[in-house]
């Protein structure tokens, strides 16, 4: 499977999210200038392709920060939201460096994590809502 990017394709994503109920997201939040997650991409592709009844998408934090409706201050690159595409908890939010094995793991495991919401950024309304708004 791909990883999809929404200023690529806002359409696509929605459609990927949809196509997948019992699925997960797994998101990249991550920045055009930094090093260490253009050093995560072919990576990450790699995981997408194991992993074909998640999706996997590709979302730069300053191109789309307005989108999202709140400022995202991401600390560290890249960081990573997995969470169940029908909703819920999150099972991680957090920054992962370019170790696909632990971000592996995570998948494999797909525990639930505690965090507090006021933490996680609401990226999963805001890509179900993509195809909607834009077409």
Known sequence: ???YYPEQDPGAVSRALANRPAGRLVACLCADWCGTCKQYVAGFAALAE?????????????T???YLGEDIDIE?????????????????????????DVLERMLI???AMPA??????QVLPWLLGLDARDS
Request: with cysteine; charged share 15%.
């Open 116 to 121: 507090a919401a006021s933490e996680i950024p």
């Open 109 to 111: 495991k797909g525990a």
């Open 50 to 62: 194991r992993y074909p009844n998640d999706c996997f998408v590709w979302i730069d934090v300053e």
């Open 64 to 66: 789309h920060s307005d």
């Open 76 to 100: 560290n690159f890249p960081t990573v939201l997995i969470q169940p595409i029908a909703g819920g908890a999150p099972h991680f939010y957090g920054t992962v460096l370019p170790h696909l």
């Open 1 to 3: 499977m791909a990883v």
